[in-house]
Antibody, heavy 117, light 106 residues
Framework: EVQLVESGGGLVQPGGSLRLSCAASGFTFSTYEMNWVRQAPGKGLEWVSYISSSGSTIHYADSVRGRLTISRDNAKNSLYLQMNSLRADDTAVYYC??????????WGQGTLVTVSS | DIQMTQSPSTLSASVGDRVTITCRAS??????LAWYQQKPGKAPKLLIYKASTLESGVPSRFSGSGSGTEFTLTISSLQPDDFATYYC????????FGQGTKVAIK
């Protein structure tokens, strides 16, 4: 069974940092592209970042480029999102999502990041 | 950047109704469009990809159509489990979601 489990969310002050993790199981993680998608409270879905299976290709949404960094460790079946210079509008539930044929076929349960003083 | 616009934002319907949601892209995306269903407090679920291909396990009452800039998601006979929010997503150039359509009980 495919499972994606996010962790690392919490309350952080504006300007602070946080590192999210996504533990994958039930599939060969190293062969799949992965993404982070976020959803602000009561709002819609926003794609945040993509990483290829090897980690050699990375894309970011304009709203996060230069502040958020995606990475992966295929030996540990894990995906990461390093979040720096956090702002109030980064407050959201962050989902990791597996990509299959460029669509997102499996999602984690999400982890809430709250940026507030 | 490609913008995705869904309509309506909310619709009220009854069990058994035929429901149609429209999604428009700001430029042609060929058939690179997916539909997702999301229930409160849960992660989105992939329903349809490549505009009209049903994901495995998704009931056949869901169907998708369109190409270029205009797409539709149709639920042929609304069931109690279908009350949720639906999002379209383009993947022609990176990824962009529509703002969502909430299907509520009439």
């Amino acid at each position: 069974e495919v499972q994606l489990v996010e962790s690392g969310g919490g309350l952080v002050q504006p300007g602070g940092s946080l590192r999210l993790s996504c533990a994958a199981s039930g599939f060969t993680f190293s062969t799949y592209e992965m993404n982070w998608v976020r959803q602000a409270p009561g709002k819609g879905l926003e794609w945040v970042s993509y990483i290829s299976s090897s980690g050699s290709t990375i894309h970011y949404a304009d709203s996060v480029r230069g502040r958020l960094t995606i990475s992966r460790d295929n030996a540990k079946n894990s995906l990461y999102l390093q979040m720096n210079s956090l702002r109030a509008d980064d407050t959201a539930v962050y989902y990791c999502a597996r990509a299959q044929l460029q669509t997102f076929d499996y999602w984690g349960q999400g982890t809430l990041v709250t940026v507030s003083s | 950047d490609i913008q995705m616009t869904q309509s309506p934002s909310t619709l009220s319907a009854s069990v058994g109704d035929r429901v149609t949601i429209t999604c428009r892209a700001s430029q042609s995306i060929s058939s690179w469009l997916a539909w997702y269903q999301q229930k409160p407090g849960k992660a989105p679920k992939l329903l349809i990809y490549k505009a009209s291909t049903l994901e495995s396990g998704v009931p056949s009452r869901f169907s998708g159509s369109g190409s270029g800039t205009e797409f539709t998601l149709t639920i042929s006979s609304l069931q109690p489990d279908d009350f949720a929010t639906y999002y379209c997503q383009q993947y022609n150039s990176l990824w962009t979601f529509g703002q969502g359509t909430k299907v509520a009980i009439k």
